[in-house]
C-alpha cells in the first residue's frame, strides 16, 4: 500500500497529519465505545479498545517526530533520532501483544458465544473502517522512509483491517444468526495483525542492535576499499544506522609503504567509492601505515569479541 511516486511530506507536514489523526482516532474510540456500550456488542467495544492501543501509538509516534527534529546536544551528539525506532519497536511490542489478547477473546467466544445485533455491528464498525482507512491514507507517504511513522500507519492499517473483519462478521450474523462467526473472523484478523508486526519489529530491533543495515554486506564494503590502489587492509569496520536514513561507517585503512602515501587524496578516494557504491556518506576513516594499537587484537573484531568470550 506504501507508494512512491508522491514527494515526502515536510516535517511540519507530518506533524499536523499525527494531529489530525489523533483527533479522527478519538472520535472514532468514543463513537465505537459508546455504540458497543448501547447495542451490547462486546465485539464493537474491542474493537474500541484496539482503537485505544492505536490512539498510544499516535501518541508515541507524535512525540518522538518531535524529539527527532531537535539538534544533537553535548550529552546527546546523534540528536533524538533513535526515538524515533524505540517507539517503533515498542508499537510491534504492543501489536503483538494485541493480536494476543484479541484472539484469546476470539477463543473464549467461539467456546461461549454471545448474540448480538449484526445490522448495527455492521454500521458501527464501518464508521470505524472507514475513518481508519482515512487515517492510514494520511500517514501514507511519511510512512515510506521513516520507521516511526511506518509504525503508527500500520497500527491504523491493521485497525482498518479489524473494524473490516466485525463488518463481514456483522453481515454474516445478520444472514445467518450464526454468532460464532464474529469471533472466527478475529482469529483471521489476528493473523493479518502479526504478518504486519513482525517486519517492523525484526526491522527496528536490527537498529537497536546496531546491525548491519540490510542491502549492504560488510564484506563487499571491504572489497570494494581494498581494490583501491594504494589500499593494503581494512579492519576494525563497523557499518550501523542511528536511523534507516541515516548510515554510519568507521574502519582503518592500512595503506601501502610510508606515511607520504598517507594522503587526502586517497582518503578523497575512498570516501568517495564507499558513497557512490553503498550510499553510506558519514564515514569516518583513520587511515595508518600499521596497527596503531599497542595490541593487533584490536585490528580484529572477531578476535575482539572472542577475547572477551574467553574473559
Known amino acids: 500500500m506504501i507508494g512512491h511516486d508522491h514527494p515526502h511530506p515536510t516535517y511540519r507536514q507530518l506533524r499536523q497529519r499525527l494531529h489530525v489523526a489523533l483527533v479522527l482516532n478519538s472520535i472514532v474510540i468514543l463513537a465505537e465505545f459508546l455504540g458497543g456500550l448501547w447495542i451490547n456488542s462486546t465485539g464493537v ?53 494485541t493480536a494476543l489478547v ?23 464498525a464501518l464508521v470505524s473502517f472507514v475513518a481508519n ?17 511506518r509504525s503508527a500507519f ?6 482498518a483491517w479489524v473494524s473490516l473483519g466485525v463488518v463481514a462478521s456483522g453481515a454474516a450474523i445478520l444472514l445467518t444468526g450464526w454468532a460464532v462467526l464474529d469471533p ?3 482469529l483471521v484478523i489476528v493473523v493479518v495483525i502479526v504478518r504486519g508486526a513482525w517486519p517492523l519489529l525484526r526491522e527496528s530491533l536490527e537498529v537497536l542492535l546496531e546491525s548491519t543495515p540490510p542491502g549492504i554486506k560488510t564484506a563487499h564494503v571491504v572489497e570494494a576499499i581494498e581494490k583501491i590502489p594504494g589500499v593494503k587492509n581494512v579492519h576494525d569496520l563497523h557499518i550501523w544506522a542511528v536511523e534507516p536514513r541515516l548510515v554510519m561507517l568507521t574502519c582503518h585503512v592500512m595503506v601501502e609503504g610510508d606515511d607520504t602515501n598517507l594522503t587526502d587524496e586517497l582518503l578523497r578516494t575512498v570516501r568517495a567509492r564507499v558513497a557512490s557504491e553503498f550510499g553510506i556518506k558519514h564515514l569516518t576513516i583513520q587511515m595508518e601505515t600499521q596497527c596503531c594499537h599497542g ?16 574473559r
Not at 518531535?66 to 533520532?81: D, N, Q
Not at 525506532?85 to 504492543?94: D, E, G, K, L
Not at 580484529?300 to 572472542?306: G, H, P, S, V
Request: glycine letters at 10%.
Open 45 to 97: 467495544m474491542s474493537d474500541a479498545g484496539h482503537n485505544l492501543i492505536d490512539q498510544g501509538s499516535l501518541f508515541l509516534a507524535l512525540y518522538a517526530h518531535m524529539l527527532a527534529a531537535r539538534p544533537a546536544t553535548e550529552a546527546r551528539t546523534f540528536g533524538y533520532h533513535r526515538a524515533g525506532i524505540v517507539t517503533a519497536f515498542i508499537n510491534a511490542v504492543v501489536l503483538f501483544v
Open 102 to 124: 484479541i484472539g484469546v477473546l476470539a477463543v473464549k467466544r467461539v467456546l461461549d458465544p454471545v448474540p448480538v445485533d449484526g445490522g448495527w455491528v455492521m454500521g458501527i
Open 133 to 149: 482507512i482515512g487515517i492510514a491514507l494520511l500517514l501514507q507517504q511519511g510512512a515510506q522512509d521513516d520507521l516511526n511513522i
Open 154 to 159: 500500520l497500527h491504523m492499517l491493521a485497525d
Open 184 to 186: 472466527i473472523v478475529s
Open 295 to 310: 595490541e593487533a587484537v584490536h585490528c580484529d573484531l572477531n578476535q575482539l569479541t572472542a577475547a572477551h568470550r574467553g
